[in-house]
C-alpha cells in the first residue's frame, strides 16, 4: 500500500496538470458565481455546482492514463492488489485536490448557518469522495472511448445523493442528510469500488 | 523438471468468435517457451489467459506462479510525460546502470520518454522486466521496434536468465528466439 501511495504521491507531483487542472476548473467556476453575488443560496450552490464539475473531471482521468499506457493491465496481470492502488489514488486526490478544494470555499466563500466548520468540512470532503467513487464507475465503463461525458450515465444512481447533499451543504441541515451520506459513503466504497475493478478487469482482458 | 503452466484443449472466444480452439501446452520452469502465429491468431490473449487476466478451466497452473511474474504487454506500462529515471522511480526501482548500458539507453536517463523513440521506450520497459527480481517472464512481443543488436542483447539477457532458473513465455512473430519451445498457434477465424 505504501508503494502504491509513493507511487501516486511522485505521479501528482512529476505530472503537475493532475493538481493545477482541477484546481482551475473549480476555482474559475467558483469564482465567477462569487462575482456574480445573487446572495447566500447561489453562493452555496456555487460551492455544490463547482465540486460536481470539478470531480466529473478528476473522474474522468482517474484511471483513463494508466489504462491507455497499460498500467492496469500490468497490475492485474502480475496479481498486484487493485484496492491499494484506489486506496492510493483517493489519498492523494483527497490531499491535494479535495481538501484545497475545501480551503478555496473557507477563503472565498462561506458556511452555511448552523453548521460548525468541521462539521461542514467533514460532510464536504466525504460528499467529494463519495461522488468522485460513482463518476469513477461511470468513467471506467467507457473507458476504451475515450468519452468524458459517459462518466454522466451514473448520474440517476446520484439523484437521492444530489437532494441529500443540497439538504446538507445548501440548506444546513445535519440531520437525517449526513447519516444517509454516510451510507452512500460506504456504499460507494466498498461495492462502486468492487464494480470499479471489475469493470476494469473486463475493459483489460 | 516443474511444469508451471499446462493447457489441455484450450480455447478462447471473443464476442462469439473462436480466437483459437484446442491447444494444448505445457510451459516448464527454467525454459524459453515461443508463441507464434500471425496477427489475430490469440497469442496476446494466451499470455492473459497464461497470467490469470482471462480465466480458463482448461489451463491448470503451480500456485506459487501468482505473484512470481512480471508482465510486459502490447504497451510500455510507462508515463510519457517522465523521463526514465522518474519512470523507474515510480516502481520504486533504480536503474541498474550495467543493464542499461548493455542495452544502450543509460544515457537516456533523463529524458522524458514522449522525446524517444518507439523503439528506445520499449527497451527502456524491457529493462524493467529484466532487472525484475521475478522469475517468470510474460512478454508480448518484446522484439517489435527494436534494432538487430538489441534483440541479439536481449536474447542473450533472456538465455542467462533462464540459466538461472528463470522461465520466459514470449509472443513474438518476429526471428526465432535460439533454443525455445514454440507454440503454434493458428487463427480460426474462416
Known sequence: MLSALKRELLLFFGVPKNIYLPLSVFSVIFLIFLILDEGQLFQYASLFIASFITVLIISENTFKDDFLNGYIEKLLCEQSNLFNYFFAKYVTQLMFIFIPMLGLNFVFGSVPSGMSDASFSFAYLVSLLTLNFFFQLGSVVSVRRNNSLNALIIIPLLIPFIILVKGLVIDGMWEPNFYFLMAYFIFGLFFINYLTAKVLEIQSR | ?190
Open chain 2, 1 to 190: 523438471m516443474t511444469v508451471l503452466f499446462s493447457a489441455n484443449s484450450l480455447s478462447h472466444t471473443i464476442d462469439g468468435n473462436d480466437i483459437f480452439t484446442d491447444i494444448s501446452f505445457e510451459v516448464q520452469a527454467g525454459t524459453i517457451t515461443e508463441i507464434r502465429g500471425g496477427n489475430g491468431s490469440g497469442k496476446s490473449s494466451l499470455l492473459k489467459i497464461l497470467c490469470g487476466l482471462i480465466k480458463s478451466n482448461s489451463l491448470n497452473t503451480q500456485q506459487d506462479v501468482w505473484g512470481d511474474i512480471s508482465y510486459l504487454g502490447h504497451s510500455n506500462a510507462m508515463v510519457e510525460e517522465l523521463s526514465f529515471r522518474q519512470n523507474f522511480a515510480l516502481d520504486r526501482k533504480i536503474i541498474d546502470k550495467a543493464l542499461a548500458q548493455r542495452l544502450n539507453i543509460f544515457r537516456l536517463r533523463n529524458q522524458k520518454l514522449n522525446n524517444l523513440s518507439y523503439g528506445e521506450k520499449r527497451k527502456i520497459a524491457l529493462q524493467r522486466t529484466l532487472q525484475s527480481e521475478k522469475s517468470i517472464w510474460i512478454l508480448d512481443e518484446p522484439f517489435a521496434g527494436l534494432d538487430d543488436t538489441s534483440v541479439a542483447t536481449i536474447e542473450s539477457i533472456f538465455a542467462e536468465h533462464v540459466k538461472e532458473g528463470g522461465t520466459i513465455v514470449a509472443a513474438n512473430h518476429q526471428q526465432i528466439i535460439s533454443s525455445s519451445n514454440i507454440i503454434h498457434m493458428e487463427s480460426s477465424y474462416a
